[in-house]
């Protein structure tokens, strides 16, 4: 794993602070401010490239894109619909109300779409799953990285 604060007493607060990724544009804009900056206040700092793990990212798309080529037929279920539809309101900054809204009922009825719709409480129950579900990955990681530590001073 690496580490992005060297010394004897790193602290969280010292940790370089990364753009946004919720929304494309937004990020690609503070990324080309951010490697202008970068190339203007000094040339001999890592490129923007590795301060933001561009290369982490690329083999994450890579992995995920080759997931799906070995396995394109994923049958779509209501349970990953209500997953993908509450990540999709949350990443928005959306009402959790929105499956609720009849304009949108009709349009997934025009389109033919046979997934129910979720209301606020199923939105926040999906919510609560992916936050479980990602909070334990953060504390397998943190463990995994705890333990490598702790190794590498004995």
Same mark, same amino acid.
């Given at each position: 794993?690496?580490?992005t604060?060297?010394g =004897?007493?790193?602290?969280?607060? =010292?940790?370089?602070l990364?753009?946004?990724?919720?929304?494309?544009?937004?990020h690609?804009?503070?990324?080309?401010?951010?490697?202008?900056?970068?190339?203007e206040?000094?040339e =001999?700092?890592d490129?923007?490239?590795?301060?933001?793990?561009?290369?982490?990212?690329?083999?994450?798309?890579?992995?995920?894109?080759r997931? /799906? =080529?070995?396995n394109?037929?994923?049958?779509?279920?209501?349970? /990953?619909?209500?997953r993908l539809f509450?990540?999709?309101?949350l990443?928005?900054?959306?009402?959790?109300t !929105? /499956?609720?809204?009849p304009?949108?009922?009709?349009l997934?009825?025009?389109?033919k779409v046979?997934?129910k719709?979720?209301?606020?409480?199923?939105?926040r129950?999906?919510?609560?799953l992916i936050?479980?579900?990602?909070? /334990?990955?953060v504390?397998?990681?943190?463990t995994?990285?705890?333990?490598? !530590?702790?190794? !590498?001073?004995?």
């Open positions: 794993m690496e580490r604060l060297t =004897d007493n790193p602290c969280f607060e =010292d940790e370089p990364i753009p946004k990724l919720n929304n494309l544009a937004t690609a804009k503070e990324c080309k401010k951010r490697y202008a900056a970068t190339v206040d000094a =001999d700092e490129p923007i490239e590795e301060q933001i793990n561009l290369k982490k990212s690329v083999e994450l798309m890579r992995e995920y894109l997931n /799906g =080529d070995l394109p037929n994923i049958a779509p279920t209501q349970k /990953g619909f209500l509450a990540a999709w309101i990443d928005e900054s959306l009402p959790w !929105t /499956g609720e809204a304009t949108l009922a009709l997934f009825k025009y389109l046979n997934f719709l979720p209301s606020d409480t199923t939105v129950n999906q919510l609560a936050f479980k579900e990602l909070h /334990g990955k504390v397998r990681e943190f995994v990285s705890n333990n490598q !530590t702790l190794h !590498t001073f004995d």
